[in-house]
């Protein structure tokens, strides 16, 4: 969120990963189970589009850490970060929002053209899809 006065005048959005091989720091206690199911967050020539609804994949956990959000793949043992935008995004996107939706709420919260930040967010879901952080609904 941006301080008041302030105007995003771009959506930067932030896709890191690193590799690192624990994750007890960010998730205490936290024991993964591995899923055996395929991997079915691949889009199979799926467009995603604005009436698309994306949910976690089952092997991701997140957690948001000082406004950013931290995302780990349980099978790669990747870690992921997502800056203060892209947070917000993954936040609308997690609430079950379609994508579409997830625009307009960024529209209302941010000076930005129309086109630029749903080709921000559609980038963001594409990028998250790719790295199998998220699977897109069958709904």
């Not at 302030?6 to 936290?30: D, I, M």
């Not at 630029?116 to 998220?134: F, G, K, P, T, W």
């Amino acid at each position: 969120m941006l301080l008041p006065g302030f105007r995003l005048v771009r959506v930067q959005v932030c896709v890191q990963y690193h590799r690192s091989p624990g994750y007890q720091a960010l998730f205490p206690g936290f024991q993964p189970a591995l899923s055996t199911e395929p991997d079915s967050s691949k889009m199979c020539g799926m467009a995603i589009g604005k009436d698309t609804i994306v949910r976690v994949s089952p092997d991701t956990l997140f957690r948001e850490v000082g406004g950013e959000m931290v995302l780990l793949d349980l099978r790669s043992e990747h870690y992921f970060g997502l800056d203060a935008v892209g947070a917000e995004i993954w936040s609308l996107l997690e609430s079950g929002l379609t994508v579409g939706e997830t625009i307009e709420r960024m529209l209302t919260e941010y000076e930005v053209e129309e086109d630029q930040i749903e080709a921000d967010v559609l980038r963001l879901v594409r990028d998250l899809v790719d790295a199998s952080l998220i699977e897109v609904s069958p709904d």
